[in-house]
């Protein structure tokens, strides 16, 4: 089983950017897909992308796509959720998590990290 640790949050203006970073520990990284998911205050956890454990399929939540890219270098056993043009309600806490199995883990995850916050001010 892997451990996840999220780093790069933090506090940007609305039209920013932030990248989020997600580490592995573990030697079997490359056998799981890893999702993005966030939690804003009041309301229940949601799915934000989610990426193969090749990186070659990827898929996100309509409010994000054009704006939001999920990548991975296995190499660094990290996954990347690159933000731009961010908006007052993408503030959430965003977790990193991790499932062996790509085409649910929109719906379930294995593991999980510990989250990092982002606030968007306006």
């Known amino acids: 089983q892997v451990q996840l640790v999220e780093s790069g949050g933090g506090l940007v203006q609305a039209g920013g950017s932030l990248r989020l970073s997600c580490v592995a520990s573990?030697?079997?990284?490359?056998?799981?897909?890893i999702g993005w998911f966030r939690q804003a205050p009041g309301k229940e956890r949601e799915f934000v992308a989610a990426?193969?454990?090749?990186?070659?399929?990827?898929y996100y939540r309509d409010s994000v796509k054009g704006r939001f890219t999920i990548s991975r270098d296995n190499a660094k056993n990290t996954v990347y959720l690159q933000m731009n043009t961010l908006k007052l309600e993408d503030t959430a806490v965003y977790y990193c998590?991790?499932?062996?199995?790509?085409?649910?883990?929109?719906?379930?995850?294995?593991?999980w990290g510990q989250g990092t916050q982002v606030n968007v001010s306006s």
């Open positions: 990426i193969s454990w090749s990186g070659g399929s990827t």
């Open positions: 573990g030697r079997t990284f490359m056998s799981y897909a």
């Open positions: 998590a991790a499932d062996r199995n790509y085409d649910r883990i929109s719906k379930r995850a294995e593991t």
